[in-house]
């Protein structure tokens, strides 16, 4: 065999460059894509955040009952949680299911107010879905 020509040399040289560069444009345009779909759901968890934080703060402020600052305090947190850690899957399925225990125990308490209601629905909802589909990949039609 005998060596390479400088030619030979050059084109595989350029050759080896065009296919890390296409690597890297799809490690790149992946990386894009992924930050594009986390940025509306970064929002809305953002959004929710500073609303039941308001709440929150404005129930305890205004001396409402103990119980419900318990519960929009609970939700605050729930929504914080999704916020911070929105890149492990499946959390916000996890997260629900200690809003149910929150809701029914206040419910069980009495509370003066529906949020129990909607943190056991929400407690429910999520218990369903998680036994139902523990790894979250039956998408659509997909659970026969």
Known sequence: MS????SEAATDRSRRAVCQSIIQFRTQSSTVSSRITERPRVL???LLTLVWGGLTVRAA??????V???LLASLTGA?????????????ERLVVVPLGVVGVTAYAVGA??????????LGVG??????WDPTGNVQGSQSD
């Open 3 to 6: 060596a390479p020509s400088n």
């Open 44 to 46: 809305v968890f953002s």
């Open 68 to 70: 419900q600052v318990l």
């Open 61 to 66: 402020v205004r001396g409402h009952d103990p």
């Open 112 to 121: 003066p107010t529906d949020l129990p209601v909607l943190l056991v629905l």
């Open 126 to 131: 999520g218990a369903v879905d998680l036994l």
């Open 79 to 91: 929504a914080l949680t999704v916020l911070l850690f929105h890149r492990i899957p499946n959390v």
